[in-house]
């Protein structure tokens, strides 16, 4: 029964240098015996939307067994995308109001998948407002552009 109540955290976040323009994500895990893992990811041409949504991706495909996760991200559209208008997108075949595609609908499936292999809460957090953990996962996503990137 122990085992159960044991969750994972998960603080991701997603960078860019124009928009689109060079992007990076971050994911700081830390998992339910307080061991930490960060990863950070780069993509040449990209938005910060494509960015926050490839943070939780990469965070989530991370764990190959199903797992209870505390996810944390400062992104409205990542939250808000996945925990309400996600229904809405699905039972119209990946269209929004409009009747165009929804935007990012590649990461959109992947990460509804995700979602419905884990159990995984969804939370709010503003950025850049001293969140130690919401902070390491915008240092890593900031990082993995200037790792990558070369100002011409």
């Not at 780069?42 to 938005?47: S, V, W």
């Not at 990469?58 to 067994?65: C, D, G, H, I, S």
């Not at 990946?94 to 609908?105: D, E, G, P």
């Amino acid at each position: 029964m122990q085992e159960e109540n044991k969750v994972t955290i998960i603080y991701t976040d997603g960078a860019c240098k124009g928009n689109p323009g060079p992007g990076g994500w971050g994911a700081y895990i830390i998992s339910e015996s307080n061991l930490k893992k960060e990863l950070f990811g780069y993509d040449k041409i990209t938005t910060n939307n494509r960015m926050e949504l490839t943070a939780a991706i990469k965070a989530l495909e991370y764990f190959q067994e199903c797992k209870k996760i505390h996810l944390f991200t400062d992104s409205n559209y990542l939250k808000q995308g996945i925990t309400i208008w996600i229904k809405a997108w699905k039972d119209n075949n990946w269209k929004n109001k409009q009747k165009k595609t929804v935007k990012n609908s590649d990461l959109w499936k992947k990460l509804d998948h995700l979602n419905n292999y884990h159990t995984i809460n969804w939370n709010w957090v503003k950025a850049h407002n001293g969140n130690p953990g919401n902070e390491r996962a915008d240092f890593l996503a900031n990082k993995a552009i200037e790792l990558n990137y070369k100002v011409n």
